[in-house]
């Protein structure tokens, strides 16, 4: 079973790593669209090195620990039929997704009605799915039917939609991942997929091995409490910073053949380092913050955060830089002050739903947060 400490801590990460997403999806720089080897396209300052290094850096282990923590707590409940579980899945992740997909899309379409808000969603090439068609206004039948099934407007929530998968493939991955001899073929699948950052609709290669690795966690006891020698975090700080600092610059710096393959081993790096950082360097945080009310309050909000914040802020960062004046330091502002203000609405909004409409509240969530 799970200590208290360790539920504490699971819900802790969860809250922190959708905190955290919203400033990931709130990076400002030329180049939006972050991978492992994007390069930021623009010359450096503090802001630009400080958005990157955070983004496409720091930030970047929220993913991983997700699914780490949610192939756990899947493991844990191996007693439950298959059915009952497959079914709760639907209600907690299926029926949210496309509540939230068709949401993201009406939002969309509901700005594109008006010329001024029209232009900010053509501008950012969210909709485009051709050379002349930049509207989901635009799309035929068919064409919204996929974009709501597959390519929502709400991108966050591909995370809900593969999760889903994983489970319903459990029994399959938690026989791969206990069997002697499985287990070797399919970690060095996983993780192959994972460095290569190799995705498909319904697998995909940070899912796969992260999820794997919390039921394989859960199933052979590993100790999540006290890390061994090689595990110890005074070692994976170093390397977690040290790394992130080095890719940054060498992302800022002048390109050289091959620079795409170092940065994306580095990115594995500076993520595994950060898990390891965060998971067994972080107690006394936890402790600290999971024992003052306010905190805990917040946290029963994190899938509201989670799904409210996009595609909202893609087009709150296109206005401001359309129609605010260019001040010094605006894009660092903007960068901080953005995402408070978009979680805060979506605490404010998950209030007054969940105390006028507390059904709907749980429909929407899948349950989740209707208590403090």
Not at 75 to 103: C, E, M
Not at 118 to 145: C, K, N, P, V
Request: proline letters at 5%; one cysteine or more; aromatic letters at 20%.
């Amino acid at each position: 079973m799970l200590s208290d400490f360790n539920s504490s801590k699971f819900k802790f990460w969860s809250f922190l790593s959708m905190v955290l997403l919203v400033f990931v999806h709130g990076y400002n720089l030329n180049i939006g669209y972050l991978q492992p080897w994007t390069l930021p396209g623009e010359p450096v300052t503090i802001t630009a090195f400080t958005e990157y290094w955070l983004a496409n850096g720091i930030f970047r282990f929220r993913i991983p620990m997700l699914f780490i923590i949610s192939g756990y707590l899947y493991a844990i409940h191996d007693s439950r039929p298959y059915g009952q579980r497959t079914r709760k899945r639907i209600r907690t992740l299926l029926v949210p997704y496309f509540i939230w997909s068709a949401v993201g899309l009406l939002f969309t379409l509901s700005l594109e009605l008006n010329h001024y808000t029209g232009e900010l969603i053509a501008s950012t090439g969210m909709m485009r799915i051709d050379e002349s068609r930049h509207f989901f206004s635009q799309f035929q039948w068919y064409e919204m039917l996929v974009s709501w099934i597959v390519s929502p407007a709400s991108y966050q929530l591909w995370f809900l939609r593969v999760l889903f998968f994983y489970n319903l493939m459990y029994p399959w991955i938690r026989w791969c991942v206990t069997h002697p001899v499985a287990r070797w073929f399919f970690f060095s699948f996983a993780f192959l997929a994972w460095l290569t950052t190799s995705g498909w609709f319904i697998i995909e290669g940070e899912g796969l091995l992260f999820f794997s690795l919390g039921v394989w966690i859960q199933k052979t006891n590993f100790n999540i409490d006290t890390p061994v020698k090689w595990l110890h975090p005074r070692y994976w700080v170093l390397i977690f910073v040290a790394f992130s600092i080095v890719k940054t610059m060498l992302a800022f710096g002048q390109p050289f053949h091959g620079i795409e393959l170092v940065l994306m081993i580095m990115h594995k790096i500076v993520v595994f380092s950060g898990l390891i950082t965060a998971w067994y360097g972080c107690d006394r945080l936890v402790v600290f913050l999971m024992k003052r009310p306010w905190f805990t309050w917040l946290s029963a909000f994190s899938f509201m955060i989670y799904v409210m914040h996009a595609p909202a802020v893609v087009y709150a960062s296109k206005a401001i830089f359309t129609y605010i004046p260019h001040y010094p330091g605006y894009r660092m502002v903007s960068y901080i002050i953005l995402p408070v203000i978009l979680i805060s609405l979506a605490i404010i909004t998950s209030l007054l739903i969940r105390r006028s409409l507390p059904g709907v509240y749980s429909i929407l969530t899948g349950g989740r947060g209707l208590k403090s």
